[in-house]
């Protein structure tokens, strides 16, 4: 399990740094919803604020959105024992989602819109200069491939964001960690997981059908995640078809040099950046 915590930790602190998400001073609103991906985020970060050259503090936040039986008080007993700061808020989305979404239909985006939005207000009221949220390197390979296959669009999840019409950064440190050190890691620190009864029970979400394939192709070559991760830091804008693109950089035609190559055996591969993109 140390092996699992410094790969962790690693991965944390090299999100933070290439993407700047935390600045000295920063006083960082942290949403917290009770599963493993966000008990993990709080933890890590808590251990790199101890060490961390610049100064930050950790605001803990968590929604209780109206669930029926919604078991807030592990949450309490656990960042109490933990002695973070923590702060609870009743909002009652639970019975808007319900109530807006037909049967059958999947409740993730408008229960995320919501959640959204009072985070946001949250952040304004608490003096938060920062919003982390707890999306792992799998959130990111199933949002790509959300986006190809049902949006039409060539887009993940960015690691640090202007929301709220620019008065709000989102930050997600967690982006270069895979769900399975996650998941070994919550396990090992015995996390009290609060269940959730609205997405978290809905099988058919093409999120989960998504998240399945990509765990197959994962278990039939193992290293995929890692190379479609490596992807994502390693795009070839000249060799996409978005024309607005191409005027924006100026770009008359594809250099031959970036031609597409046959890609390396997955034991052969290695996260890294080539020079001289289009």
């Known amino acids: 399990m140390d092996a699992v915590r410094r790969r962790l930790g690693r991965a944390v602190s ?3 740094a ?3 998400m935390i600045e000295d001073g920063d006083r960082i609103l942290v949403a917290v919803s009770g599963g493993k991906d966000s008990y ?10 101890r060490r961390a050259p610049v100064r930050f503090d950790l605001k803990v936040v968590n929604i209780d959105q109206g669930h029926p039986g919604y078991p807030g008080h592990l949450l309490r007993g656990y960042m109490a024992r933990e002695g973070y700061d923590f ?13 807006k979404i037909p049967a059958g239909k999947t409740f993730c985006s408008l229960c995320s819109r919501l959640r959204r939005g009072v985070l946001y207000r949250l952040a304004g009221e ?5 919003i982390a949220l707890g999306h792992h390197r799998d959130d990111v390979l199933q949002t790509l491939l959300l986006n190809l296959l049902f949006a039409g669009q060539l887009a993940a999840m960015p690691p640090k964001l202007l929301a709220d019409e620019g008065r709000r950064v989102v930050i997600r440190p967690l982006v270069y960690c895979a769900e399975e050190d996650i998941r070994a890691f919550a396990a ?4 009290p997981i609060l269940p959730c009864d609205l997405c978290g029970s809905q099988d058919q979400l093409q999120r989960k059908v998504v998240g399945r394939m990509i765990d197959d192709l994962e278990r039939e070559r193992p290293g995929t995640k890692a190379i479609m991760l490596a992807a994502l830091q390693n795009v070839r804008p000249s060799h996409l078809l978005d024309r607005d693109l191409w005027r924006a950089l100026g770009v008359h035609a594809a250099p ?8 390396p055996p997955l034991a052969e591969h290695r996260l890294v950046r080539s020079p001289g993109r289009g």
Do not use: N, Q
């Open 14 to 16: 090299r999100a933070i």
């Open 18 to 20: 290439d993407f700047g």
């Open 40 to 49: 993990t985020m709080l933890h890590l970060l808590r251990d790199l604020a």
């Open 87 to 99: 702060t609870i808020v009743e909002e009652d989305t639970y019975s808007i989602v319900t109530e």
């Open 126 to 130: 608490l003096g938060c200069t920062k």
């Open 188 to 191: 090992a620190e015995g996390f």
């Open 256 to 263: 031959d040099d970036e031609a597409p190559a046959e890609p």
